[in-house]
């Protein structure tokens, strides 16, 4: 049976940056120098394990290795990493991770400098508490200046950056120093072991072989394999299967003490049963109160899924419920569209939470889908005094029952080279957005806008990245949900409305919006025998139109000579039967009319 590890020799720490600053390349070298996986198994980005992570170079979710270090002053240390991701979208899992851990390596890329998301994640940890470890990456590279970046982390920051590590995590250079830094700069973990347990629940995963893995944080107390435990949230009782700690592979260890992460099997048949941040202690002699838990994530975007083919609704289901299990962010509901067919409504944390799932579903369960146009929570307020959140522009209800509609808007941070400003401030105003803030980090300016949500949730991060060629960085934080005129805008195609196209938009905006879609609607809707009206409309009152002409046999043309009238009275008939057809016949708008009018262009 392993001892149980020493509190002053364990070190819990989560390494933070803005996407593409070295984070997995650095959680690579420290499991490579302290050989705990072995050099035939190691590749690169050992800590992403999806293919869509590997192959999009991201880190979606956060990942934990434990790694032992023999350091200078002879002790073995337990070193429990957390790789975080660093994109907005995911920053709920960085913000549950760092309350698991005490220290942070905060990376910053030593020629890029300070960005949008190095201070979201900074934040992250400074609300947590942590001590911070500044390290500069790549300091290898040509374009690197370590002075100006460090100035830069003690000025944007306000950091102490005069002790930070300067390293090549891609060479390996500095790597030892990191490892030591850890050990002698950052805290080790506070926990009594003869207390009651009081374990935080930090993760949980679906596995088909173990069922629900659980990830655990240990405050106080013990936990060994065979102890009853209970979820204090939800009152569950388990038995515990088995304990493990992730080397990155699950190793069986007996029992966990203080201070230390370690995963648990029990039995558990859903995801949904284990809620993160729930407290986890006996089910006899437990703790009396629980930890404070973290806040459940908030989707923000909502989406309709639809299969292509009608038939793959029962495996899209199925693909939903599985994805579920793994994924607590992301919600569902049954939806029925006119033009779609059944589907399912999905709540997201963002647009590229979207594009992973959807991405997934279509990679991991080879479904082939449609993506109805993104929009936000809406909240309406009635007249009669009751309060109603519209997730889909579709459900508004009459706009005469209405009082008033309030939208979320955001707190947005852009960091961006001096050159690019005016684009980005643009860019901005012609998306509603407030100034809130404007400040300069040597040549970057720092902008902060108040923006609406539902004009950031389209096009708004491949804009910013066009206007700026790709060098500004973007961060937001959801602010409040404030009152605006805003109107549902219907899109009519032969007088029918296509639910799939309608979308709430700001009044001043609605003809500008309304034209480009009935415009965009008439190239990509194929001609039929008779003329289609193509409308887009608020409420009765019709703000733009375009027809699509219909497709003519010549029917005069047997005729040579003779009487005018002749050509009147085929021509006459055969308007006649255009009318005739045109009451009776349906239109059929293409898969990708759908998926191209959604795409919607500047």
Known sequence: ?????????????????????????????????TGTVAARDMKAQMLDSMDIERERGITIKANTVRIEYPAKDGKTYVLNLIDTPGHVDFAYEVSRSMRAVEGSLLVVDAS????????????????????????LNKVDLPAAEPERVRQQIEDVIGLDASEALLISAKSGLGISEVLEAIVTRLPAPKGDANAPLKAMLVDSWYDSYLGVVVMVRIMDGTIKKGDRIRMMQTNAVYGIDRLAVLTPQMTE???????????????????????????????????????PGFK?????????????????????????????????????????????????????????????IRDRLEREYDIDLITTAPSVVYHLFMKDGTVVDLHNPADMPDLTLVDHIEEPRIKATIMVPDEYLGDVLKLCQDRRGIQLDLSYAGSRAMVVYDL?????????????????????????????????????MSILVNEEPVDALSMMVHRDRADLRGRAMVEKLKDLIPRHMFKIPIQAAIGSRVIARETLSAMRKDVTAKCYGGDASRKRKLLDKQKAGKKKMRQFGKVEIPQQAFISALKMDS
Request: charged share 25%; net charge negative.
């Open 452 to 488: 609406p949500l539902n004009e950031v949730v389209f096009d708004f991060y491949d804009r910013l990245k066009s206007v700026t060629k790709g060098y500004a960085s973007f961060d937001y934080v959801i602010a409040e949900y404030r009152e605006d005129f805003l109107v549902k």
């Open 1 to 33: 049976m392993r001892p149980m590890t020493q509190l002053d020799q364990i070190r819990n720490f989560s390494i933070v940056a803005h996407i593409d600053h070295g984070k997995s390349t650095l959680a690579d070298r420290l499991i490579q120098l």
């Open 253 to 291: 260890i007996s029992t966990l003490g203080p201070g230390e992460i370690g995963v648990l099997t029990a039995s558990i048949k859903q995801v949904r049963d284990t809620r993160v941040g729930d407290t986890i202690t006996h089910e006899r002699k437990g703790c009396e109160t629980p930890l």
């Open 296 to 356: 459940p994530a908030q989707p923000v975007v909502f989406c309709g899924l639809f299969p292509v083919d009608a038939n793959e609704f029962e495996p899209l289901r199925d693909a939903i419920e599985k994805l579920a299990l793994n994924d607590a962010s992301f919600s569902t509901e049954m939806e029925t569209s006119a033009a779609l067919g059944f589907g399912f409504r999905c709540g997201f944390l963002g647009l590229l939470h979207l594009e992973v």
């Open 112 to 135: 890029q400098g300070v960005e949008a998301q190095t201070l979201a994640n900074v934040y992250h940890a400074l609300d947590a508490g942590h001590e911070i470890v500044p390290v």
